[in-house]
């Protein structure tokens, strides 16, 4: 029995252990500048190959309060990502369009690239290290 014992509490402590292990970085990105209090600010987490192709690899929405939404995403492994953020007035969890292509609804990408047409990841990206980062993305 204290055999048994034993073995199930070192078999708890090592995955204890390993879980701390993998334990990534926060990435807090805040938005400042809704355009209303409606709806809700939705962030979408990426990497190269997700982005604007596939689900993204976390994504999270926040209401907005004064124009502003913080969002956290967590346990972020180090290397490159970029982040597409919606003022997602409707609740339908995508962007809208107007029938001549342009977007009904605020949009952003981190680094606040300018740009006339879809956002583009190299402009976008982001590098993901060994410290938590704090973002800010404008509309």
């Known amino acids: 029995m204290k055999t048994l014992f034993l073995s199930i509490a ?18 807090t990105v805040t938005i400042e500048n809704a355009k209303s209090d409606d709806g809700k600010i939705v962030l979408a987490l990426n990497t190269e190959d997700t982005f604007m192709k596939k689900q993204p690899i976390q994504s999270a929405s926040a209401d907005i309060k004064d124009g502003k939404a913080t969002i956290t995403f967590e346990n972020i492994q180090p290397g490159d990502y970029a982040i597409i953020a919606l003022h997602d007035l409707n609740g339908n969890q995508s962007m809208d369009f107007e029938a001549n292509g342009m977007p009904k609804e605020s949009f952003g990408t981190s680094n606040n690239p300018r740009s006339f047409g879809p956002p583009m990841y190299d402009d976008a990206k982001f590098n993901v290290a060994n410290e938590d980062l704090e973002l800010s993305i404008r509309f």
Do not use: H, P, R
């Not at 252990?17 to 926060?26: H, S």
């Open 10 to 27: 070192l078999t708890i402590i090592s995955t204890l252990g390993f879980a701390q292990e993998t334990k990534g970085q926060t990435i």
